[in-house]
């Protein structure tokens, strides 16, 4: 008679977090299994797996450490899990994710399910319009820093399952492979790019923020996406006083507000001309601003609203650049279409929600890159760039879906 494992974790949520792994795709951690070898004996892999989970008996490998770069230059640590480690968390992510969505903010935005990052700028807007100041903040190196103690406790605070409880701190324990093979052991953190991290970063400040928020401050509204929040006041004096508690309330958890991205803005427009020298903000990918608009009758006004983010558009040019779409001349225009509409729609998808105009001049950017492509491609357009210019508009207008900005720029809502 086999005996009953420890823990009851079942082959079926195994298979349901290995199929959402493999939609998921991503790399190879530290043993270089990607999921294409992971699948190659997959049946004893998650066997495997189960077994360990059940019985207690999993550990966690290291977490391979890579340095992404950020659009300001510098980079940002990601952590890449196993390929069965990945399984893992999504097993206890799914378990413990449904109990935690009961209890979390209706304006924590980031990573959950039904929530998106446009929702919370759409709300960040409507905000800006009813009220006159907003108090940007950025909490530094968040991930690296969260309390171990203080999480675990919201962890237990929200479940009974012991398995549960074990393998978060295990995963939170777990050494960091640098790109020189050292293991370095942590005491605080969760890597960024594990599967279980959202999920605890939202749990974290979920009490450190957010209910925080409600009891403290309950007539201040905000909108939070993971670590990158902005909260709406209705005075400077307000304002400031917020800004305050909020470095107060963060070193408490742990944590600290970055000195220059921390800071009080002034939602300018026609019907507020106060003098205030901080008048925009960037928030997920926008800047807001004050910007020129028509209303209904055509009238134009300022008015304080989001778009494509300066940032942004400059890490799509430099994506863009690196194609080196000049050097592909052996490809057809279908070719590159198919290679890079999935970016390209991506881009177009996320960054055209509002004042979708301010996009146009970085979609451009990419048509003169395949002008410089027609002119290398075709003998007959060598040297003549205005002549490829018109010969690509030609084909814009021809076929607007062949690719995928094409619709936007040369539509008719271009």
Not at 18 to 31: F, I, M, Q, S
Not at 122 to 146: K, P, S, T
Not at 374 to 402: C, E, I, N
Request: proline residues 5%; glycine residues 8%; hydrophobic residues 35%.
């Amino acid at each position: 008679m086999k005996q009953a494992k420890p823990f009851p974790i079942t082959k079926r949520q195994v298979w349901e977090a290995y199929k959402r792994v493999k939609a998921n795709r991503g790399g190879a951690g530290v043993d270089g299994q990607t999921v294409e070898l992971f699948d190659r004996d997959l049946a004893d892999n998650l066997y495997k797996l189960w077994n360990r989970l059940a019985s207690g008996s999993y550990q966690p490998p290291p977490v391979k450490r890579v340095e992404i770069p950020k659009a300001n230059g510098g980079t940002r640590p990601l952590g890449i899990p196993t390929v069965a480690d990945r399984i893992a968390q999504t097993v206890v992510k799914q378990a413990l994710e449904p109990e935690l969505e009961k209890h979390f903010h209706p304006d924590s935005y980031g990573y959950r399910p039904g929530k998106s990052a446009h929702q919370a700028l759409h709300m960040a807007r409507r905000r800006c319009w009813r009220y006159n100041w907003v108090v940007e903040y950025d909490i530094q190196g968040f991930f690296d820093n969260l309390g171990h103690e203080l999480l675990m406790r919201a962890v237990c605070k929200h479940t009974q399952e012991k398995w549960v409880v074990l393998y978060i701190e295990r995963w939170l324990k777990a050494p960091v492979l640098s790109s020189e093979g050292m293991a370095l052991s942590r005491d605080r953190g969760t890597p960024q790019g594990g599967v279980i991290s959202p999920l605890l970063a939202n749990l974290y400040l979920h009490y450190g923020f957010d209910q925080w928020m409600v009891r403290q401050y309950p007539h201040i509204p905000f909108e939070r996406y993971a670590d990158d929040g902005v909260a709406h006041c209705r005075s400077r004096n307000e304002a400031e006083k917020l800004k305050a508690a909020l470095a107060a309330r963060f070193a408490q958890c742990g944590l600290a507000l970055h000195p220059e991205k921390t800071r009080i803005i002034y939602c300018k427009d026609d019907d507020r001309k106060a003098d205030y020298p901080e008048t925009k903000f960037d928030f997920l990918g926008y800047t807001f601003r004050p910007r020129r608009s028509k209303n209904r009758w055509g009238k134009a006004f300022i008015n304080f609203s989001p778009a494509i983010s300066n940032k942004a558009s400059k890490a799509i040019r430099q994506e863009v650049r690196g194609w080196k779409l000049h050097l592909r001349s052996d490809k057809s225009l279908d070719d590159l279409a198919r290679m890079f509409n999935a970016v390209i729609r991506g881009w177009v998808g996320y960054y055209s929600v509002f004042y979708k105009s301010a996009l146009y001049s970085t979609l451009r950017h990419l048509d003169r890159k395949l002008v410089l492509w027609a002119t290398r491609k075709f003998k007959r357009l060598r040297g003549h760039r205005r002549r490829a210019d018109h010969w690509l508009r030609g084909v814009a207008h021809r076929q607007l879906g062949l690719f995928a900005h094409w619709r936007l720029l040369y539509g008719q809502a271009g």
